[in-house]
């Protein structure tokens, strides 16, 4: 206890008051959810503090998840709503809890592989063959999220999917299959390979990306689907709300 140091923090670090004004403005909504702020030069000015100063601000408040900034275009109010959506610990469209922006369609293309290493190392075991999907989930003609799909051809048929039937292959990829899983495992990654991958779609005009791998299970140990979740890191935000249990002794 001899070693603990007692700073004087009586006077404040610039950047923190300035972090501590705009974080007022913010939550009192002098500047409205999705607004773009003033440029860096004329929101310094109106401070009266250097650039600098301000960028160690606005990069406090990016931490804190209340703005976001997109290169070439400035920096977005974020600030989120207070009915809170339930993050990744309950099995849920990946993509819908964790991207910001709306959607406002979903483009989707599939075909049907024979089995490979990679797909056989992925579900646990070899499928007669496997339906390969990709999607791409659009605001208006701007793609935002991209996820790439592999389900055994035994899956389809199980649940009695008409392969050509395009609207029920995409309501049990979207929603039915959650209601059916019982469980899935969810690793999370950032990958710069986003729009390598994208087949000529580009999500993004940076190369950062939550890469969000989900493997839904049904029962037993293999499972019925595997996703590969591809969000451009400034349009997406990933919670997860844990909790201890309490047991009564």
């Known amino acids: 206890m001899d070693n603990i140091n007692i700073i004087d923090t ?8 300035v972090y501590n004004k705009l974080f007022k403005m913010i939550t ?7 607004s773009r702020l003033p440029s860096e030069p004329e929101l310094a000015k109106t401070l009266g503090v250097s650039r600098s100063t301000l960028r160690q ?53 599939f075909k049907i592989e024979p089995p490979s290493d990679y797909f056989t190392k992925i579900l646990g075991k070899k499928s007669a063959a496997t339906v390969v999907i990709d999607r791409w989930y659009n605001n208006n003609k701007e793609a935002l999220a991209y996820t790439f799909t592999i389900i055994p051809i035994e899956v389809i ?67 019925i689907a595997f996703n590969k979740h591809y969000i451009p890191i400034q349009y997406g935000n990933i919670e997860i709300n844990s909790h201890n249990s309490i047991h009564n002794l």
Do not use: M, W
């Open 10 to 17: 009586s006077k404040e670090l610039r950047y923190v008051e």
């Open 28 to 34: 009192e909504g002098s500047f409205p959810k999705n």
């Open 57 to 109: 601000a606005l990069a406090l408040l990016q931490d804190d998840g209340l703005i976001k900034n997109i290169r070439g275009k400035g920096n977005y109010i974020t600030k989120e709503n207070t009915t809170k959506k339930n993050g990744l610990e309950k099995i849920g469209h990946v993509i819908y809890k964790c991207l910001e922006h709306p959607i406002s369609n979903v483009e989707f293309d």
């Open 157 to 223: 048929s199980n649940f009695k999917i008409n392969l050509n039937n395009k609207e029920e292959l995409i309501k049990f990829i979207e929603e039915e299959i959650y209601k059916e899983c019982l469980s899935s495992k969810i690793h999370i990654k950032f990958s710069t390979t986003g729009n390598f991958i994208t087949k000529g779609h580009p999500i993004s005009c940076e190369n950062q990306f939550y890469l969000i791998e989900e493997s839904l299970y049904k029962s037993g140990e293999y499972p």
